[in-house]
């Protein structure tokens, strides 16, 4: 009982799905995140018993709402595509939620930077708690001479590398944003050392709202009519390059666990 979104990743390159995204299809992983560590930047993730249970940990909020919660619904979509039992890639993954957006799906340059020097000193003082980690911003910003040269020198060089890592370092997983236009424009997608992540369809095919212009993005992933909860749990379709990003975190989890 699988959404099209799950049983893509179980296709061929050129296999496409039928249009019907409600139909029922299966998915098959033979891993399920098990002991790595995803953590979520986004609008905060909403605890539930059922999907996530004790996998699911509530890190800093660093937006300018005054609770954790998710007041906006993106943050914990993109959880229960990457680490649901129901719709989750990798359904056996740990996530941590740190808040940098608002009700609004509103943050600052500011607000990412102390998420990223919060998940290093998590990495840093906590370096066995989990086999592996990563990193998932389903997010854009725009480029600024401040905020870029904080990427490159303080986190880049400390902790983008390669999945196989075990040092603190954390892969990078990014949207590519749904302007039509080059990842390569916002930051930090324009890092080369970041994984950008653009949209594909049914057919496989790039929508011409996905930005996959340039040189920044390599890689593709669901973001067409894919079916998640939103921050009540009730079922919802969206579509983005977000969606693509999470479908990737979830893919890296299952490859590293």
């Known amino acids: 009982d699988a959404p099209w979104g799950l049983a893509s990743l179980n296709t ?22 098990k002991d790595v560590n995803v953590y979520v930047l986004d609008s905060g993730i909403n ?40 719709f989750g890639v990798a359904n056996g993954v740990n996530i941590t939620s740190i808040k940098i957006f608002n009700q609004w799906g509103d943050s600052t340059h500011s607000a990412a930077m102390e998420a990223f020097q919060w998940v290093w000193e998590d990495r840093v003082t906590t370096p066995s708690k989990y086999k592996r980690s990563l990193i998932n911003l389903s997010a854009i910003f725009e480029r600024g001479e401040t905020f870029d040269e904080a990427i490159n020198a303080y986190y880049l060089q400390k ?23 080059d990842a390569c424009n916002y930051s930090p997608a324009y ?13 496989k095919e790039i929508p011409s709202w996905a930005n996959n212009g340039g040189n920044c993005t390599f890689y593709a992933a669901p973001g067409h009519r894919i079916i998640s909860f939103n921050q009540r749990y009730e079922l919802s ?21």
């Open 159 to 181: 902790q983008i590398d390669t999945p196989t890592d075990n040092d603190g370092r954390n892969l990078l997983v990014l949207s590519a944003g749904n302007t039509g236009g």
């Open 191 to 203: 890092e080369a050392r970041t994984m950008v992540v653009t949209a594909h369809d049914q057919n």
């Open 12 to 33: 061929y390159k050129n296999e496409s799905l039928p249009q019907d995204y409600q139909k029922n299809f299966t998915y098959l992983t033979r891993h399920d995140g």
């Open 47 to 86: 605890p539930n018993s059922t999907e996530f249970g004790s996998r699911l940990s509530i890190g800093p909020n660093f937006s300018t709402d005054k609770v954790s919660d998710d007041l906006n619904g993106h943050g914990t979509s993109m959880a229960s595509i990457i680490g649901s039992q129901t």
């Open 237 to 257: 379709s969206g579509y983005g390059t977000s969606q693509a990003a999470a479908f990737a975190s979830g893919v890296l989890a299952s490859l590293l666990s």
